[in-house]
């Protein structure tokens, strides 16, 4: 099926089903996907090179965000969000800490109404100068798409270590403004079977949003493309279901 990666340091905006008007930084290459995931359903495509390579140095990060900013003031553009996103995993970036530290002077300075978001996988938030950042972000999105492991891994694909009780315990104690992002679909991966909203599963999930006590939660399925052809997105009904169970943890939750 059909994906696509991001040409450039700063795209959009665009109309985010999340976040309202967005405008993107893309802290990746613009020629192939790196990240230390390799989610079925990545609309970027497969990770087909992990490596850190042709990162955009943070001088030109700050020099393309600056120029985009002031011609959207100069415009009196409309904008709510400027978010982390692009071609994989953000925070794998070298200088994501200073990066975002820059973002929040240029916004501040430039565009004091933006808020400041990012979608990440939350793998290096057992890195503590990661964590330290993340909790400076207005919407902290990161991806929880199982409380299984053995699921995880199985919608995932992760890349190098990954321990998902070690991530929640640590998410559990450091919640600031934390949203929990989690993509419902079923398929198969290779011969094993799975479907992350059976009751079995959302039961399990549930508990461990009540662990985690987030801000928010953001539930959807698949709405673009996937790498894989054996993936089913999950209809919406359930998923409004799901959102109520949330909601009963006394937990805002939004579909979409």
Known sequence: MSTFLFDKIIFGPVNSRRLGISLGINLLPTDCKVCNFNCIYCECGWTLKPKKKDMPTRKEIYKALQNRLQTAKE???????????????????????????????????????????ILSNATLITNKK???????????????????????????????????????????NNNTNLTIQTLFLKGKVGEKSFDNSSEQEVSVWLKMLKRINPKQVMIYS????????????IPQKKLLEIALHVEKLGIKASVS
Do not use: M
């Open 130 to 172: 990661i964590l330290r950042a993340l909790q400076k972000i207005d919407y902290n999105i990161l991806k929880l798409d199982s409380a299984f492991e053995e699921t995880a891994r199985l919608i995932n694909q992760p890349i190098g270590h990954f321990n998902l009780e070690e991530l929640i315990e640590i998410l559990s």
């Open 75 to 117: 415009t009196n553009e409309k904008l709510d969000v400027i978010t982390f996103a692009g071609n994989g995993e953000p925070t794998l970036h070298n200088d994501f800490s200073e990066i975002l530290d820059d973002t929040i002077e240029l916004k501040n300075k430039l565009y004091p109404e933006l808020k400041i978001a």
């Open 222 to 233: 698949i709405a673009r493309d996937t790498p894989s052809e054996t993936i089913e997105r």
